[in-house]
């Protein structure tokens, strides 16, 4: 069942999503507020916000919204502020307005904590992950009884593609079960699907406020660096999505962008997450739309794009062979017109963007790949500020004078196994937006402050639990270096070569 909602069915009930009437309510129209929260109901699903003003909502927007459950009233309202004090969702103060650079930023880590506590006291929030659905018809069979055995038959559903699959009853009986699953796109399955219902008896939703205090430096007027993402999907696209709105307000932005993805072809189900991809992308490469949209927002920004990240890049160049994604090895015959569509950069040129950047952000799907950008960002004596999200967690994390091995291990560079919600992710995920986004945010306010010229991010870490609503962030008094040890990164990542 591939849609735009077929990895978020793994998370939510659509249909609770689909019948929100969620409202917003102001003094004064906190703009970077309301466009994020409508972007995200729109990649959720939900029907559009209705705003408009309120005396009752002095110093801060008041959400209102009917779910489709019957709730008590006092359920139905959260009054929300955010400045220089923080976020807030119990209608505390939030100090004076935040920097117009950051507010993108902070607005949409407020906009996800809403639409969280929105879903959860809907009942809209599935009680268990689903990533994966099929349906199937099993067929007990004895091929004892008339002598006619399971190879020599044609098992079929009139009308219906089936696959099949053997497997032994292991029961005793010497029977066999025959499997017959559905098409994914079968109309038959769409329905059943549809119908599925997941329900945690006697559980009740405690309504929850959050709030989140902060501290964010000063910015400069002008911003200017380099700045490497590596991974455009929902995280990747989500940070340049907040970061480019906030460097909308800067006085001036002089930006280097350096963006790696191997993801050949946009899918649909991409959209309701990857917010920087329109119907328009679809089959495209994800770097190909990237570039698009950035040469499009900052025409005076220099981006550059390579298909992946690889080990010879934390080499020298002198050194670097071509081990990078080879397309003539990947297509036998002439390689496919949306391959060809952005100009990459070579191993050799990423090696050089890459002893230039300011700073490594990770958006990745495997801790491989994590643990290598963590080591090419000590190297260069940069910040490695990783993102991950899974089902509905989200965590940031900055890297300077720790790694990522010391948190996980040496095990951990060794591991390259994908976790991913792409059709061909070697463990099936679901993903919804409201972690992306949040987690996204994080990292564009951590580049904002390298591009100010500070050394980190002032946030060493935040976590969200979006099915309890529950956030935690460590902010750090000063801003570390970067001293994470190479020698223990790379031994991890080529124990080999350590031991030769």
């Keep these: 069942m591939s849609d735009r909602f077929s990895r978020q069915r793994g998370l939510v009930r659509q249909d609770a999503v689909r019948q929100l009437a969620v409202s917003l309510q102001f003094d004064e129209v906190p703009g970077a507020f309301l466009e994020a929260m409508k972007t995200l109901g729109e990649q959720l699903g939900a029907p559009e916000i209705v705003d408009g003003p309120s005396p009752t909502a002095a110093g801060g927007f008041q959400i209102e919204w009917a779910p489709t459950a019957k709730q008590e009233p006092n359920l139905h309202c959260l009054h929300v502020s955010y400045g220089t004090e923080g976020i807030f969702l119990d209608g505390s103060p939030a100090g004076e307005p935040v920097d117009a650079v950051y507010e993108p930023a902070i607005a949409t880590v407020a906009a996800c904590l809403v639409w969280s506590e929105i879903l959860r006291r809907s009942d809209a929030y599935q009680p268990i992950e689903i990533p994966k659905v099929s349906v199937s018809v099993n067929v007990r069979v004895n091929e004892n009884s008339l002598r006619n055995y399971v190879p020599t038959l044609k098992f079929s559903l009139n009308g219906h593609p089936v696959h099949l699959n053997v497997r032994e009853a292991n029961d005793g009986t010497m ?69 480019v709105e906030g460097l909308k307000h800067a006085k001036k932005a002089d930006v280097h962008f350096l963006v790696f993805d191997k993801d050949l072809e946009i899918e649909e189900h991409n959209l309701n997450r990857q917010v920087i991809y329109g119907p328009e992308d679809v089959g495209s490469t994800k770097i190909a739309a990237t570039r698009r949209w950035l040469e499009q927002r900052l025409p005076d920004a220099h981006v550059e794009t390579v298909y992946e990240l690889t080990d010879a890049m934390a080499h020298p160049a002198e050194e670097a062979s071509e081990d990078g994604l080879n397309l003539d090895d990947l297509f036998a015959s002439e390689p496919a017109p949306n391959v060809l569509e952005a100009e990459v950069l070579s191993v050799q040129h990423a090696i050089e963007q890459l002893a230039s950047t300011d700073m490594i952000l990770g958006c990745l799907d495997a801790m491989r790949p994590r643990v290598l950008a963590n080591c090419i960002a000590a190297m260069q004596g940069v910040p490695y500020i990783n993102g991950g999200v899974a089902a509905l967690e989200g965590a940031y994390h900055q890297f300077t004078n720790h790694s990522l091995i010391e948190m996980y291990g040496p095990g951990a560079a060794r591991d390259t196994t994908v976790m991913s919600c792409q059709e061909d992710g070697a463990v099936p995920l679901s993903s919804i937006v409201l972690t992306n986004a949040f987690v996204g945010a994080f990292q564009a306010l951590a580049a904002l402050q390298r591009l100010s010229g500070h050394p980190s991010s002032s946030i060493q870490s935040a976590y969200w639990n979006a099915y309890e609503n529950e956030v935690q962030v460590q902010q750090g008094v000063e801003h570390p270096i970067q001293c994470a040890s190479v020698d223990a990164l790379s031994q991890a990542l080529w124990p080999e070569e350590a031991m030769a």
């Design 175 to 243: 029977h066999k079960r025959v499997l017959l699953r559905l098409d994914d796109d079968d109309p038959l399955v769409h329905e059943l699907i549809r119908k599925l219902n997941v329900q945690l008896p006697g559980h009740e939703v405690e309504p929850r406020s959050p709030t989140l205090p902060l501290s964010l430096p000063e910015l400069n007027k002008q911003l200017s660096g380099h700045l490497s993402i590596v991974g455009a999907g929902g995280l990747g696209t989500w940070c340049l999505h907040t970061l």
